[in-house]
C-alpha cells in the first residue's frame, strides 16, 4: 500500500479532493495525517514509478541555499501471502 501526502489537489478529481481527504492515525494513534490517496499497484514497476515520483524538488531561498519545497512521506507495506499452488 503507498500512502501519498500531499496539499496539491489532483488535476483529475478537482471536484472531489476534498472527499478524498480523511484522518489516518498511526498504531500507536498518536500521529493524524490527511490521506489524498492510497494505491495497491500490481506489478513491481508500478511501485517503482511511484517511488521516482517521490523526489523531492531542491531549490535556493533567502533563507538557506537549498530548501525543500515539497515534504514527502512514504510508507510501504509487504505482505506475504502463503502459494497456493505449492509447487
Known amino acids: 500500500m503507498l ?4 496539499n496539491a489537489v489532483d488535476a483529475e478529481n478537482t471536484k472531489d479532493y476534498k ?32 517511488l521516482d515520483s517521490v523526489v523531492r524538488t531542491m531549490a535556493s531561498t533567502d533563507k538557506n541555499i ?8 512514504l510508507q510501504i507495506t509487504i505482505e506475504g501471502r502463503p502459494n497456493e499452488n505449492k509447487e
Do not use: T
Not at 500512502?3 to 500531499?6: R, V
Not at 484522518?23 to 513491481?44: G, M, N, R, T, W
Not at 537549498?66 to 512521506?73: K, N, P, Y
Open 3 to 6: 500512502i501519498e501526502l500531499s
Open 19 to 50: 472527499k478524498a481527504l480523511q484522518h489516518y492515525k498511526d498504531a500507536q494513534k498518536s500521529v493524524e495525517l490527511a490521506i489524498k490517496f492510497q494505491k495497491y499497484p500490481q506489478e513491481k514497476e508500478s511501485y517503482q514509478q511511484k
Open 66 to 73: 537549498v530548501s525543500s519545497r515539497s515534504h514527502a512521506i
